[in-house]
């Protein structure tokens, strides 16, 4: 299992114990100083069947900066899978990959759902 991260994001931090609480094992990964790729994202989101918009940090301050809100409805997958592979801080974590699973954000009861 791949654990797609950010140190001092808090929620990063709260995913992290949770799933050490729960005896998880699984690699971890610094989402800015080796962020993901444009295969990893395409294929992450495929593999998901989540919306592309799931994949996006939303309140993060590049997001904003970028006005990307106004942006990405006119943009193609590719256009916004290029745009999210190029600053691992455009990317919502934390991010879980394993053979089963793409989880955006921590949200508990899916984790437990999906992980336990």
């Not at 791949?2 to 729960?22: G, I, R």
């Not at 899978?81 to 699973?101: C, E």
Request: charged fraction near 35%; aromatic fraction near 10%.
């Amino acid at each position: 299992m791949l654990f797609v991260q950010y140190p001092k994001c808090s929620t990063c931090q709260k995913a992290k114990k949770w799933l050490e609480a729960h005896e998880i094992m699984f690699t971890e990964r610094h989402i800015v100083e080796d962020h993901p790729a444009y295969d990893e994202l395409k294929q992450w989101y495929e593999k998901s069947g989540l919306p592309l918009k799931r994949f996006f940090n939303t309140s993060g301050m590049v997001y904003r900066d970028m006005q990307l809100k106004d942006k990405l409805p006119d943009m193609s997958e590719e256009e916004q899978l290029k745009l999210l592979a190029s600053n691992g801080m455009l990317v919502k974590r934390p991010l879980i990959i394993d053979d089963h699973n793409v989880l955006t954000g921590f949200k508990e009861k899916e984790w437990e759902e999906k992980l336990l």
